[in-house]
């Protein structure tokens, strides 16, 4: 039984998805089938039930994934505490993100903490709130970086700091004149939204209906930039963070929504202690400029 037929079992049970979980692991799809067929053998028991439609556990793999995921978190304390002993800063760090957050936020300052700790490995997962979450819970994700509050046991959290909200318009619509907008501006405006499940697209929904009304849908899709290059394209406008808004994007032009903003922070296990180097990741995220 090898560690990484533990680490692709345990992402299989988390996404019941086994495209989804070799994504994650960065592996092939087949290699990831392959390692769990041997695993199955090696036990004699089937840990999934496999169809067309989803992948759940068999009886057998819920008792199993207890067992595996202590396997797999005492494995990390070990290493993490003969790297104490050591006193160096070494070790993986696994930092979840979400995809209105990720390009714009991380990459200089990933930068600049791999060069002050090059014994440090950093691999990012972009996903959403929900899966980032379960990510964590599952121990297969260190620390995520999101949009705050999560309501959810077993999870500590650290706000860094509030980001506005703007509103992504054409160039040459009507609204684009003025200096500043509010929401009852967009009561009869289209939307382009990211897809169900992104905490963007859930935040402009509430903050609408706060206002009053629900907005018309025309677009979703899972990247930021096509929401902001269909809103160029004309069809509708959207709310974006103001991070979105520092590359260029032809035929855009944003304007402020006072008082809307969303809260962006990290959050990680309550249970167990960060490791050094998870730690060193969150205090350089939270006063990197």
Avoid at 105 to 114: E, G, I, N, S, Y
Wanted: glycine residues 6%; aromatic residues 6%.
């Amino acid at each position: 039984m090898e560690t990484h037929q533990l680490r692709y079992f345990l992402a299989v049970a988390r996404t019941r998805n086994f495209s989804r979980a070799a994504e994650q692991c960065r592996v092939a799809q087949p290699s990831l089938s392959q390692q769990i067929r041997k695993l199955e053998g090696e036990l004699g028991e089937r840990l999934f039930e496999r169809s067309t439609r989803e992948v759940s556990l068999t009886p057998a793999g819920e008792l199993f994934r207890e067992h595996a995921a202590r396997v797999m978190e005492e494995m990390e304390e070990a290493r993490e505490r003969v790297r104490e002993v050591s006193g160096l800063l070494r070790g993986r760090v696994v930092l979840g993100a979400l995809p209105t957050v990720a390009p714009y936020f991380l990459p200089a300052r990933l930068r600049a903490f791999t060069k002050r700790h090059p014994g440090i490995e950093v691999v990012v997962h972009e996903d959403t709130t929900a899966q980032l979450v379960e990510g964590v819970l599952a121990k297969e994700v260190d620390v995520a970086l999101l949009s705050l509050p999560v309501e959810r046991a077993g999870l500590a959290a650290e706000e860094f700091f509030d980001e506005p909200l703007l509103v992504a318009l054409p160039r040459r619509h009507p609204l684009a004149t003025k200096a500043r907008l509010a929401l009852d501006d967009l009561e009869n405006e289209a939307f382009i939204l990211m897809k169900e499940g992104h905490c963007l697209a859930g935040q402009a929904l509430q903050f609408c209906r706060l206002n009053g009304f629900a907005p018309r849908v025309s677009f979703r899709s899972a990247q930021i930039e096509t929401v902001l290059s269909f809103v160029a394209s004309g069809w509708g406008v959207s709310i974006v963070p103001q991070m979105s808004a520092v590359r260029g994007v032809p035929g855009l032009v944003f304007r402020p929504l006072p008082g809307v903003t969303r809260s962006i922070g990290v959050v990680y296990r309550s249970g167990r202690p960060l490791s050094g180097a998870a730690r060193a990741l969150v205090a350089h995220l939270r006063t990197a400029e």
